[in-house]
């Protein structure tokens, strides 16, 4: 298996819902990555977790708060979301922490907030 | 702050020909280079990649090139398809396990037949 799974494909929500975005693999990963990225715009690193522990937060907004349960798994937890947060969410793995290691990135969950 | 970014917006090509999608990075501490492409509706996908020890890496149809003396990143496509209609990213890394890829602002590949 050699790849990056994520639910749901699309998710729509009000700003006082609370959602999680979830996301799998199978490879044997030990670091795990939120990006975000915006229409027509490069992605945009968020989390990183190396060793089911969060290595890097990129001065994400705390309604955004991510989750490691398990090396195969990594979820984001959204609560109190503004129209701005509207974006695609991909979620990436890489053997490990570290650049000159391939990141392979799921399909991403296109949220959109209301 | 340091940035990643491509001189192109757009690349039209027609079918069979070559492409090259050009890179310009501005952090010297650089030392690990990625090329993605990203298709409607889906998330990047690797092509190659390079480390600064190298000035040329070859793929399968692709080729990866780097100046260190202008910051230039390129990535060359041979006999590009319609399968290779896309927005291609360069990614910059720097060195340390706690370090992160910055990705460029992509340049949108348009085959034409």
């Known amino acids: ?114 | 702050g340091e940035s990643v970014g491509l001189h192109l917006p757009t690349l039209s090509v027609q079918e069979g020909d070559n492409s090259i999608i050009n890179c310009a990075y501005s952090n010297s501490a650089s030392d690990y280079f990625i090329w993605y492409k990203q298709e409607s509706g889906k998330g990047p996908q690797f092509i190659i990649d390079i480390r600064s020890n190298m000035d040329k890496r070859q793929g399968q149809r692709v080729t990866v090139l780097l100046n260190k003396t202008v910051k230039h990143l390129s990535l060359q496509i041979a006999a590009t398809q319609p399968g290779d209609s896309a927005v291609y990213f360069c990614a910059e890394g720097g060195t340390g396990t706690a370090s992160k890829l910055t990705f460029g602002t992509g340049t949108r590949l348009q085959v034409t037949l």
Not at chain 1, 72 to 79: G, K, T
């Open chain 1, 1 to 114: 298996d050699t790849e990056v799974t994520q639910t749901p494909k699309h998710l729509v929500m009000g700003m006082t819902n609370k959602k999680s975005l979830k996301c799998e693999q199978h490879m044997g990963h030990r670091a795990m990555y939120w990006y975000k990225q915006k229409a027509k715009k490069p992605p945009e690193l968020m989390f990183v977790y190396s060793y089911e522990k969060l290595s890097i937060n990129e001065s994400v907004p705390s309604r955004f708060s991510p989750e490691c349960p398990n090396s195969s798994l990594l979820n984001l937890h959204l609560h109190a979301l503004q129209p701005e947060d509207s974006a695609l969410y991909l979620c990436a793995s890489s053997p490990r922490q570290g650049t000159d290691n391939e990141q392979f990135f799921g399909p991403g969950t296109r949220l959109t907030v209301l």
